[in-house]
């Protein structure tokens, strides 16, 4: 079982430090990789990881790209909207 904690941001985007539940061990970060334009994750050397721990990486990944398309479409939303009404 694996633990996400937020870091501090660099920039606009957000960061989480990934750590083992069992002994709190940091197995990587996950953070916005600029040139894929998405979340990916980044291992900490020396780390191994079965299929159930990059589910749940994978599985957070999914999350926050969701919320980040949710406020992109409601930031887009918000723009047309304000387009309009200056017309």
């Keep these: ?3 996400f904690g937020v870091l501090p941001k660099k920039g606009i985007t957000g ?10 061990a940091p197995l990587g970060v996950v953070k916005w990789h600029a040139q ?7 291992p900490a050397g020396d780390t191994l990881f079965d ?8 599985d957070f990944i999914g999350a926050r790209m969701e919320e980040r398309e949710e406020r992109n479409d409601d930031r887009r939303q918000r723009r047309a909207h304000q387009q309009q009404h200056d017309r």
């Design 1 to 3: 079982m694996l633990r």
């Design 15 to 24: 960061r989480w430090e990934i750590t083992s539940v069992l002994n709190d």
């Design 36 to 42: 894929w334009r998405r979340y990916c994750f980044f």
């Design 51 to 58: 299929a159930g721990c990059l589910e749940e990486i994978q």
